[in-house]
C-alpha cells in the first residue's frame, strides 16, 4: 500500500509539471530488479554532479511485452527501460531507441571504464538492423538457463544432459519455466547434438548461434516432438513456483534460471536440501537486460546518468546483493567484493573480468567457468516467425490439465506467495552476512 501511495504521489507530480520534464526521471524496471533505496542517492548525486534537481518516478513490469507495448502503441515517455536482450533487438530494428552518449563532463564514465568485455561482445552479437547494439543500451544483469536438481534423488550425470527432463523416473517431480523461447532453444541444441560434436572455439559459436535464428518448420516440429514426450512427466509449467517447490522438495528437476537457482540452493541449503544446478553437455543460452532510452523519452540526460550510476561499482555491489542476479560489470571492486575462498573453488572467468581473473573463488552458478561458458549462445528476437513459436508452445501444453492437477497449481501457488514473502523477510540478513565474508 505504501508504495502505491507513492506511485500516486509521484504521478499527481508528474500531472502537475506540465510538458517540462527536465526535473522528472520516469524509469521502467522489472520488479525487484534494484535496491530501491539507491533511488533517492541517485538523485542527490544527480542534483551534485550537475546541479540540477531530479525526481525519480519509478514504475515496474513483469513482461518484457507488457513494456514494449507501452512505448510501441502507446508512445509512453519512459526516460530509462531495462528490457531483455531479444526486445532490445526488435525495439533496435524498430527504431524505438535513442542512443546512449558518454558525454558525462567532469563525472567518470562508469559505463565504459566497467562493462565486462564479455558483456561488449555479446552485445556486438545481437541483430540490430544495422545498428550497434552497444551505442544504443548498456547491460545490467545477466544469467545462464540449465537444470537445478536435487542431488538427492538425480546423479551429476543425469542432470548433465537436457534428457533428464523426459527421464520417466522423475515422473510428476519435473518443472519448466512456462518461457516458449527459453524451452526451445535449449531443446533446439539437444537436437543438434550430433553435428555440435566435434565443434569448438569460433566454429562451434558460429553454429550455435545459426540455431539460434534458425527457425525452419522441421526444427519446430522436431522441438514439439520432443516436448510433447516430456508433457505427462511435468507437474508443472512455472513462471516463479518452481523454485519454492524445488525447496521443499516437490520437485526434483527444474529447467530454470541461474538466479532462481541460487536463491533455491541458498534457501535448500539452510534446512539440509542439497540442490545443485547444472550446465548441460549439450549446450545452453545465456539471457541479457540492459538499460535503453526509448524513443518518446523526455528527460535523456538524466537517463544517461541514471545508467552511470547503476554501472558504478559500489551500486552494483548493493543491486547484486538485493536481486540475487548477476550484474554486467567487469569492474575488479566487484570481482573482489563477490569472491569467497571459503566457499567456492577458483575458476577461470577471464573472459568476464580479464586476463589475471583466470583462477578466482566465485559462485560458478552465477559466473560459469570459460570452460562452460564456451558452450553457450544467445536467444535472438524471431521477427516475423515469433507466432509460430506461440503456437508451438501452444500445442506442447495444451490445455488437457485435470482438476487435480489445477488443485494442486492452486496450492502450489499460495505456498509460493508465502514463501515469496518468507524470503523478503529474511533476505537482507542473508545479504549483510555475504558481505562479511
Not at 513483469?62 to 531483455?84: A, R
Not at 558525462?104 to 568485455?117: A, E, Q, V, W
Not at 516440429?221 to 520432443?226: D, F, H, I, R, T
Request: aromatic share 12%; with cysteine.
Amino acid at each position: 500500500m505504501k508504495k502505491l501511495l507513492l506511485a500516486a504521489a509521484a504521478l499527481a507530480l508528474f500531472a502537475g509539471c506540465s510538458q517540462d520534464r527536465t526535473g522528472i526521471l520516469k524509469v521502467y524496471n522489472w520488479s525487484d530488479y534494484i535496491d530501491e533505496s539507491v533511488i533517492p542517492e541517485f538523485e542527490q548525486w544527480y542534483e551534485a554532479e550537475t546541479g540540477e534537481k531530479v525526481k525519480v518516478i519509478y514504475q515496474t513490469f513483469d513482461i518484457n511485452e507488457t513494456m514494449l507495448s507501452k512505448i510501441e502503441k502507446g508512445h509512453e515517455d519512459y526516460d530509462v527501460v531495462c528490457p531483455s536482450d531479444y526486445i532490445i533487438e526488435q525495439m533496435l530494428q524498430q527504431d524505438l531507441l535513442l542512443p546512449i552518449g558518454r558525454d558525462f563532463g567532469k563525472t567518470p564514465n562508469y559505463i565504459d571504464d566497467n562493462l565486462s568485455p564479455y558483456i561488449r561482445d555479446q552485445f556486438d552479437k545481437m541483430d540490430g538492423g544495422g545498428k550497434n547494439a552497444n551505442d544504443y543500451s548498456v547491460g545490467y544483469m545477466w544469467g545462464t538457463t540449465g537444470i537445478l536438481y536435487n542431488a538427492k534423488y538425480v546423479t551429476d550425470e543425469e542432470a548433465s544432459t537436457w534428457d533428464v527432463i523426459k527421464n520417466p523416473k522423475f515422473k510428476d517431480k519435473i518443472f519448466i519455466k512456462d518461457s516458449a523461447r527459453d524451452v526451445y532453444s535449449q531443446i533446439i541444441l539437444k537436437i543438434h547434438e550430433k553435428e555440435l560434436e566435434g565443434l569448438s572455439g569460433e566454429e562451434l559459436t558460429r553454429e550455435m548461434d545459426r540455431l539460434m535464428r534458425f527457425t525452419s518448420d522441421d526444427d519446430l516440429k522436431a522441438v514439439e516432438n520432443y516436448m510433447k514426450e516430456v508433457k505427462d512427466l511435468v507437474a508443472g509449467w512455472e513462471a516463479d513456483f518452481g523454485k519454492d517447490q524445488m525447496v521443499q522438495e516437490q520437485g526434483w528437476v527444474n529447467l530454470t534460471w541461474s538466479g532462481d537457482a541460487v536463491w533455491a540452493i541458498e534457501e535448500a541449503a539452510a534446512t539440509g536440501v542439497d540442490l545443485r544446478f547444472a550446465l548441460p553437455k549439450e549446450g545452453f543460452t545465456v539471457w541479457f537486460d540492459g538499460w535503453v532510452i526509448p524513443k518518446y523519452a523526455k528527460n535523456t540526460k538524466a537517463a544517461r546518468y541514471w545508467i552511470n550510476f547503476m554501472s558504478r561499482p559500489d551500486i552494483v555491489q548493493r543491486n547484486v546483493d538485493v536481486t540475487g542476479y548477476v550484474s554486467s560489470s567487469g569492474a575488479p571492486e566487484v570481482m573482489e567484493y563477490f569472491a569467497d575462498e571459503e566457499s567456492f573453488d577458483p575458476i577461470d572467468v577471464s573472459y568476464f573480468f580479464g586476463e589475471e581473473a583466470d583462477s578466482v573463488a566465485l559462485d560458478p552458478v552465477l559466473y560459469p567457468a570459460r570452460e562452460d561458458i564456451e558452450r553457450s549462445t544467445m536467444e535472438h528476437y524471431w521477427g516475423a516467425d515469433t507466432p509460430k513459436l506461440i503456437e508451438m508452445w501452444s500445442r506442447i501444453k495444451g490445455d488437457n490439465a485435470t482438476t487435480i492437477t489445477w488443485i494442486i497449481l492452486g496450492i502450489v501457488a499460495v505456498v509460493a506467495v508465502l514463501a515469496v514473502l518468507a524470503f523478503r523477510a529474511r533476505k537482507s540478513r542473508r545479504h549483510r552476512s555475504r558481505k562479511r565474508k
